[in-house]
Protein backbone atom coordinates (compact mmCIF):
# COMPACT_ATOMS: atom_id res chain seq x y z
CA UNK A 1 0.00 0.00 0.00
CA UNK A 2 1.34 3.47 -1.19
CA UNK A 3 1.88 5.95 1.62
CA UNK A 4 -0.07 9.25 1.53
CA UNK A 5 1.02 11.88 0.31
CA UNK A 6 2.55 15.02 2.21
CA UNK A 7 0.54 17.60 2.75
CA UNK A 8 0.79 20.86 4.82
CA UNK A 9 -2.36 21.48 5.46
CA UNK A 10 -2.88 18.52 7.11
CA UNK A 11 0.66 17.37 8.13
CA UNK A 12 2.19 20.18 9.64
CA UNK A 13 0.52 23.18 11.85
CA UNK A 14 2.12 27.26 10.98
CA UNK A 15 3.15 29.14 13.84
CA UNK A 16 4.91 32.64 13.88
CA UNK A 17 8.45 32.04 14.54
CA UNK A 18 8.71 34.21 17.72
CA UNK A 19 11.31 34.16 20.65
CA UNK A 20 9.26 30.79 22.23
CA UNK A 21 9.40 28.93 18.90
CA UNK A 22 13.06 29.66 18.62
CA UNK A 23 13.40 28.02 22.10
CA UNK A 24 11.52 25.08 21.41
CA UNK A 25 12.25 24.14 17.80
CA UNK A 26 15.50 22.46 16.88
CA UNK A 27 17.63 24.44 14.53
CA UNK A 28 16.60 25.15 11.16
CA UNK A 29 18.59 23.83 7.89
CA UNK A 30 17.52 23.94 4.68
CA UNK A 31 20.95 23.52 2.69
CA UNK A 32 21.65 27.05 2.26
CA UNK A 33 23.92 28.95 4.51
CA UNK A 34 22.95 32.18 3.54
CA UNK A 35 19.07 31.12 4.59
CA UNK A 36 20.04 29.28 7.46
CA UNK A 37 21.82 32.15 8.97
CA UNK A 38 18.50 34.91 8.41
CA UNK A 39 16.76 32.60 10.21
CA UNK A 40 18.68 31.72 12.62
CA UNK A 41 20.32 34.96 13.32
CA UNK A 42 17.74 38.02 11.27
CA UNK A 43 14.44 36.64 11.33
CA UNK A 44 13.78 37.71 15.04
CA UNK A 45 15.08 41.18 14.45
CA UNK A 46 13.19 42.24 11.44
CA UNK A 47 10.05 41.16 13.56
CA UNK A 48 11.50 43.56 15.86
CA UNK A 49 11.84 46.16 13.87
CA UNK A 50 8.40 45.64 11.82
CA UNK A 51 10.58 44.87 8.87
CA UNK A 52 9.24 41.11 8.11
CA UNK A 53 7.35 38.86 9.73
CA UNK A 54 8.89 34.72 9.58
CA UNK A 55 5.95 31.81 10.03
CA UNK A 56 7.24 28.48 10.15
CA UNK A 57 5.88 25.08 9.57
CA UNK A 58 6.32 22.50 12.37
CA UNK A 59 5.99 18.62 11.71
CA UNK A 60 2.39 18.19 13.23
CA UNK A 61 3.75 14.65 14.69
CA UNK A 62 7.26 16.12 15.87
CA UNK A 63 6.32 19.41 16.82
CA UNK A 64 10.18 20.92 17.51
CA UNK A 65 11.02 19.86 13.96
CA UNK A 66 10.19 22.82 11.37
CA UNK A 67 9.84 21.17 7.85
CA UNK A 68 9.53 24.56 6.18
CA UNK A 69 10.22 28.71 7.01
CA UNK A 70 8.95 32.05 5.15
CA UNK A 71 9.63 35.89 5.83
CA UNK A 72 7.00 38.33 4.38
CA UNK A 73 6.51 42.36 4.37
CA UNK A 74 4.42 44.82 2.65
CA UNK A 75 5.64 45.97 -0.53
CA UNK A 76 4.36 47.81 -3.89
CA UNK A 77 5.71 47.41 -7.39
CA UNK A 78 5.90 51.35 -8.21
CA UNK A 79 4.49 51.28 -12.06
CA UNK A 80 6.48 54.69 -12.85
CA UNK A 81 9.64 53.02 -11.83
CA UNK A 82 9.90 50.33 -14.33
CA UNK A 83 10.47 50.23 -18.25
CA UNK A 84 7.54 50.74 -20.39
CA UNK A 85 7.26 47.29 -21.66
CA UNK A 86 7.40 45.58 -18.91
CA UNK A 87 4.77 48.17 -17.34
CA UNK A 88 2.35 47.00 -20.30
CA UNK A 89 2.19 43.15 -19.17
CA UNK A 90 2.41 44.03 -15.71
CA UNK A 91 -0.71 46.40 -16.13
CA UNK A 92 -2.15 44.38 -18.57
CA UNK A 93 -5.35 42.48 -16.86
CA UNK A 94 -6.01 45.92 -14.91
CA UNK A 95 -8.98 47.80 -15.55
CA UNK A 96 -7.48 50.97 -17.08
CA UNK A 97 -9.23 53.28 -14.38
CA UNK A 98 -7.61 52.03 -11.67
CA UNK A 99 -4.36 51.86 -13.28
CA UNK A 100 -2.06 53.64 -11.10
CA UNK A 101 1.66 54.64 -9.72
CA UNK A 102 1.84 51.95 -7.67
CA UNK A 103 0.12 48.55 -7.02
CA UNK A 104 -0.08 46.95 -3.26
CA UNK A 105 2.33 43.48 -2.97
CA UNK A 106 3.63 41.23 -0.22
CA UNK A 107 6.89 40.45 -0.56
CA UNK A 108 8.29 37.11 -0.01
CA UNK A 109 12.15 38.07 1.54
CA UNK A 110 12.77 34.31 2.32
CA UNK A 111 11.53 31.34 1.96
CA UNK A 112 13.38 27.42 2.94
CA UNK A 113 12.75 24.07 3.46
CA UNK A 114 14.08 22.01 5.70
CA UNK A 115 16.99 19.54 3.60
CA UNK A 116 15.25 16.38 4.77
CA UNK A 117 11.67 17.00 3.68
CA UNK A 118 13.45 18.51 0.17
CA UNK A 119 14.25 16.15 -3.25
CA UNK A 120 11.56 13.31 -1.94
CA UNK A 121 8.28 14.78 -3.79
CA UNK A 122 6.94 15.89 -0.75
CA UNK A 123 6.44 19.73 -2.76
CA UNK A 124 6.95 22.04 0.61
CA UNK A 125 7.40 24.66 -1.14
CA UNK A 126 5.17 24.61 -3.76
CA UNK A 127 3.04 24.17 -0.59
CA UNK A 128 3.75 27.26 0.82
CA UNK A 129 3.55 29.24 -1.84
CA UNK A 130 0.02 27.92 -2.51
CA UNK A 131 -0.64 28.55 0.91
CA UNK A 132 0.74 31.97 0.73
CA UNK A 133 -1.57 33.11 -2.39
CA UNK A 134 -4.60 31.40 -0.86
CA UNK A 135 -4.28 33.66 2.13
CA UNK A 136 -3.85 36.86 0.70
CA UNK A 137 -6.88 36.18 -1.12
CA UNK A 138 -9.35 35.60 1.63
CA UNK A 139 -12.22 37.70 2.79
CA UNK A 140 -10.02 37.97 6.35
CA UNK A 141 -6.95 39.61 4.17
CA UNK A 142 -7.21 43.03 6.15
CA UNK A 143 -5.33 44.90 3.59
CA UNK A 144 -5.38 45.12 -0.19
CA UNK A 145 -2.81 42.73 -2.22
CA UNK A 146 -2.63 42.59 -5.50
CA UNK A 147 1.04 41.19 -6.32
CA UNK A 148 2.96 38.40 -4.64
CA UNK A 149 7.14 40.15 -5.27
CA UNK A 150 9.86 38.09 -4.97
CA UNK A 151 13.84 38.95 -5.76
CA UNK A 152 14.82 35.32 -6.26
CA UNK A 153 18.15 33.65 -7.19
CA UNK A 154 18.91 34.18 -10.22
CA UNK A 155 20.25 30.18 -10.55
CA UNK A 156 18.37 28.21 -13.13
CA UNK A 157 16.80 25.98 -10.25
CA UNK A 158 15.10 28.81 -8.47
CA UNK A 159 13.93 30.63 -11.29
CA UNK A 160 12.45 27.26 -12.69
CA UNK A 161 10.20 26.63 -9.07
CA UNK A 162 9.09 30.15 -9.14
CA UNK A 163 7.67 29.79 -12.51
CA UNK A 164 6.16 26.55 -12.22
CA UNK A 165 4.26 27.86 -9.28
CA UNK A 166 3.31 30.50 -11.76
CA UNK A 167 5.15 33.75 -11.04
CA UNK A 168 6.35 35.77 -14.11
CA UNK A 169 9.52 37.74 -14.63
CA UNK A 170 9.25 41.00 -14.42
CA UNK A 171 11.79 41.87 -17.21
CA UNK A 172 10.97 38.74 -20.07
CA UNK A 173 15.11 38.25 -19.83
CA UNK A 174 18.20 38.97 -18.25
CA UNK A 175 19.47 41.37 -20.52
CA UNK A 176 16.04 43.98 -20.49
CA UNK A 177 16.19 43.66 -16.98
CA UNK A 178 20.44 44.44 -16.82
CA UNK A 179 19.32 47.10 -19.45
CA UNK A 180 16.87 48.93 -17.52
CA UNK A 181 18.69 48.24 -13.71
CA UNK A 182 22.07 49.82 -16.14
CA UNK A 183 24.20 46.77 -15.12
CA UNK A 184 26.99 45.88 -17.85
CA UNK A 185 26.97 42.22 -18.94
CA UNK A 186 30.49 42.30 -15.95
CA UNK A 187 28.19 42.81 -13.35
CA UNK A 188 26.68 40.24 -11.44
CA UNK A 189 23.42 39.85 -11.25
CA UNK A 190 22.43 37.80 -7.89
CA UNK A 191 18.31 37.95 -8.18
CA UNK A 192 15.83 38.43 -10.53
CA UNK A 193 12.18 39.99 -10.09
CA UNK A 194 9.39 37.76 -10.25
CA UNK A 195 5.34 38.76 -9.35
CA UNK A 196 2.22 36.92 -9.44
CA UNK A 197 -0.90 38.53 -9.59
CA UNK A 198 -3.33 37.28 -7.28
CA UNK A 199 -6.15 38.21 -9.13
CA UNK A 200 -5.77 36.54 -12.19
CA UNK A 201 -3.18 33.74 -12.44
CA UNK A 202 -4.19 30.18 -11.76
CA UNK A 203 -4.41 28.84 -8.05
Not at 36 to 42: A, L, P, Q
Not at 161 to 183: A, C, D, M, T, W
Request: with cysteine; aromatic share 14%; glycine share 6%.
Amino acid sequence: MLAQPFRLEHDAVMIPYTAEAVEYCADFDCGDSDLNEFFSRDALPYDAELLGKTYAWVDYTKPSHIIGMITLANDSIKARHIASNARNRLQRNISNVKRGRSYPAVLIGRLGVATDFRGKGYNVGSQILKFIKDWFRTKENKTGCRFIVVDAYNNDKTLHFYEKNGFKPLYRNEIEEREFLGLSSEHEMPTRFYYYDLKWESV
